[in-house]
């Protein structure tokens, strides 16, 4: 299917699971992303449907603040709902003219915070994120206005609460590197997925389609018809007004 079909369908699908309309918009790009990048965005968002389809929507709190560092509280849920909370409260500290520092606890599925991170870019802003993934430690740095990132996996030096996100802001890698030297130390590099890689990938994704899943696409199927309202008489009627 198009990648146009396929965003319309999430929104829906994401609507009937309880989202709200700027939270649906975002989580349908975060996993048409994914997916057309080569980040496997179909096989997360299968991770995590039946704990979606079965809890009400909830939003990450605000725990702590200080003049520069944030920490939020996801209360166990995706970064499909979360990660934009996330990223624009940082975003926003950071247009005031200093880097900010951002932990997100308890949340899953982090690696959707890429699209957001590349979105949030655009504004000329760079991002230095990370987050444990199995007994490794996933690095996501994104350039001001670039339009992808740069994905590396290491070993990990501390030990980072696997249900935790760090994200850390500022006008360019360089300034972020410097003012967080201390928590943005790594171990040895184990793997790098290239920027050529995703391309690839995503051109493959524009030029054939994208490939989905028979039993996903009767779920999101099942989850659209939830929103779709019957056409009667009286919905006709009202039409173009």
Same mark, same amino acid.
């Given at each position: 299917? %198009?990648? $146009? ?14 989202? &709200? ?31 979606? $389809?079965?809890?009400?929507? =909830?939003?990450?709190?605000?725990? &702590? ?18 990660? %934009? ?7 926003? &500290? ?6 900010? *520092? ?11 915070? @890429? &699209? ?43 030990? @980072? ?6 994200? #850390?802001?500022?006008? %360019?890698?360089?300034?972020? !590197?410097?003012?967080?030297?201390? !928590?943005?130390?790594?171990? +040895?590099?184990?793997?790098? #997925?290239? +920027? ?9 994704? =524009?030029?054939? *389609?994208?490939?989905?899943?028979? %039993?996903?696409? !009767? ?18 009627? *009202?039409?173009?007004?």
């Amino acid at each position: 299917m %198009s990648k $146009n079909e396929l965003t319309a369908s999430l929104k829906k699908a994401f609507e009937a699971l309880g989202f &709200q309309p700027g939270d649906y918009y975002d989580a349908a790009d975060m996993v048409v992303w994914l997916e057309t990048h080569g980040f496997y965005g179909f096989d997360r968002l299968l991770a995590v449907l039946a704990y979606l $389809n079965t809890t009400a929507p =909830v939003h990450a709190e605000l725990v &702590q603040e200080d003049v520069h560092n944030f920490v939020l509280d996801g209360k166990g849920t995706s970064v499909l709902l979360c990660g %934009s909370e996330a990223v624009d409260l940082i975003r926003a &500290q950071v247009m005031k003219g200093a880097c900010a *520092g951002l932990e997100l606890t308890n949340c899953y599925n982090r690696t959707f915070i @890429i &699209q957001r991170l590349i979105k949030a870019a655009q504004r000329n802003l760079a991002f230095v994120a990370y987050w444990r993934q199995l007994d490794c430690c996933v690095k996501v740095s994104v350039k001001p206005g670039a339009v992808l990132p740069e994905y590396q996996t290491f070993t990990m030096l501390d030990v @980072i609460d696997p249900q935790s996100l760090i994200i #850390f802001c500022g006008k %360019s890698i360089e300034a972020i !590197e410097e003012q967080y030297a201390a !928590e943005l130390e790594f171990g +040895t590099l184990v793997d790098t #997925f290239s +920027t050529q890689e995703m391309t690839d990938s995503y051109r493959n994704s =524009v030029e054939e *389609g994208i490939e989905i899943d028979e %039993s996903l696409w !009767e779920t999101l199927d099942k989850l659209v018809a939830r929103v779709l309202v019957e056409s009667t008489d009286s919905s006709r009627a *009202g039409a173009g007004e």
